[in-house]
């Protein structure tokens, strides 16, 4: 079954080359000239990944990346534009889109970009059909982790932890010792590609909520540890 790609520019020349480079590699691609159209075509067709411009009229390239999250999550999406900053790129990121390129990307970038986030998007869905995970942990002084309800409790104490900061502590317990970079962190947890700048920006106040969380519980609290240049470790009780 061919790869259904969804190409969004407001440019007809811009559309039309993208199109013709996805098309030439084999990928059944449908090209739309603005969101309105993209979420149209998303909330009626299996989209397995989305070229995305940034700066349209109307409706806006985030403002499709906030519907497409809600209605196809699955869906990889790579975000282009001219008007590249740190902080529009940041505000992507931090709103699960894969990729972000800079216009005029080559072919080479957008179809790396392209192969990488269809593995992201294959991988998500073999995991989704693995077994069941273990949802529940508990420490040696009675701490208990939820990862379903997302909440850390003892006693008479619990603590509710947002999405983001229970999928960071799931990464953590599922892993202890092992020492990840910001940037792995970031692919980890949110599910998109950064540079190690970016991926400290969006991981720091992330790890500082979480340990602020898990003060009260010093057997989870201790045990996350900055590794000087590097990123983290969840180190073993």
């Known amino acids: 079954m061919k790869t259904n790609i969804l190409v969004v520019d407001d440019e007809p020349v811009a559309r039309q080359s993208l199109s013709d480079i996805l098309r030439l590699e084999g990928y059944n691609v449908t090209a739309v000239a603005n969101g309105?159209?993209?979420?149209?075509?998303?909330?009626?067709?299996?989209?397995?990944?989305?070229?995305?411009?940034?700066?349209?009229?109307?409706?806006?390239?985030?403002?499709?990346v906030q519907v497409v999250n809600q209605i196809s999550p699955d869906t990889?999406?790579?975000?282009?534009?001219?008007?590249?900053?740190?902080?529009s790129a940041v505000e992507a990121l931090r709103q699960r889109v894969h990729d972000y390129l800079l216009k005029p990307a080559s072919p080479n970038q957008v179809l790396?970009?392209?192969?990488?986030?269809?593995?992201?998007?294959?991988?998500?869905?073999?995991?989704?059909?693995?077994k069941e995970e273990v949802q529940v942990f508990t420490t040696?002084?009675?701490?208990?982790?939820?990862?379903?309800?997302?909440?850390?409790?003892r006693g008479n104490r619990v603590e509710s932890l947002t999405p983001a900061e229970?999928?960071?502590l799931k990464v953590f317990l599922e892993n202890v010792g092992k020492v990840y970079s910001h940037r792995e962190l970031v692919l980890l947890v949110q599910g998109y590609d950064v540079s190690q700048r970016e991926a400290?920006?969006?991981?720091?106040?992330?790890?500082?909520?979480?340990?602020?969380k898990l003060e009260p519980f010093p057997t989870l609290f201790h045990r996350i540890v900055s590794v000087r240049g590097t990123g983290y470790v969840f180190e073993a009780e």
């Open 36 to 64: 309105e159209q993209a979420v149209e075509h998303i909330r009626n067709h299996a989209v397995d990944l989305i070229v995305l411009d940034l700066k349209m009229p109307g409706m806006n390239g985030l403002d499709v």
């Open 76 to 87: 990889q999406i790579i975000l282009l534009t001219a008007f590249g900053s740190m902080e």
């Open 112 to 130: 790396e970009s392209v192969r990488r986030g269809l593995e992201r998007r294959a991988a998500r869905l073999k995991q989704k059909e693995g």
């Open 140 to 153: 040696s002084d009675g701490t208990e982790v939820d990862l379903m309800r997302r909440t850390v409790s």
């Open 166 to 168: 229970g999928h960071l």
């Open 200 to 212: 400290q920006e969006i991981l720091r106040p992330l790890v500082s909520r979480l340990r602020h």
